[in-house]
């Protein structure tokens, strides 16, 4: 069993900050990456940022610059900085997890709303 737990959503004005938090547990042989994707209303779910286990990073465009990614061992953070209203999404954690005895497939998280004001 792996669970993934995200924390720190929440309702901010334009321009300002906020920390989502991303937690891993279970029974977990690795982690490979992980990462952030969010779901806007009407829209796809699409990548935000990746990191790799060996801290190699990946962002999204419209992101580059205001966010960055973070990970120790089997957690992953999110600075989201200079935040626009268009952030405005359910965002989920992802790690790419291989368990016991089992090939490594992708695992989500429950998704934390932000909301982003104008």
């Known amino acids: 069993q792996v669970q993934l737990v995200e924390s720190g959503g929440g309702l901010v004005q334009a321009g300002g900050s906020l920390r989502l938090s991303c937690a891993a547990s279970g029974s977990i042989f690795s982690i490979n990456s992980m990462g952030w994707y969010r779901q806007a209303p009407g829209k796809q779910r699409e990548l935000v940022a990746t990191i790799t286990r060996g801290g190699s990073t990946n962002y999204a465009d419209s992101v580059k610059g205001r966010f960055a990614i973070s990970r120790d061992n089997a957690k992953v953070a999110l600075q989201m900085n200079s935040l626009k209203p268009e952030d405005t999404a359910v965002y989920y954690c992802?790690?790419?997890?291989?368990?016991?005895?089992?090939?490594?497939?992708?695992?989500w998280g429950q998704g934390t709303q932000v909301t982003v004001s104008s």
């Open positions: 992802a790690a790419d997890i291989s368990r016991w005895g089992t090939p490594r497939r992708n695992y």
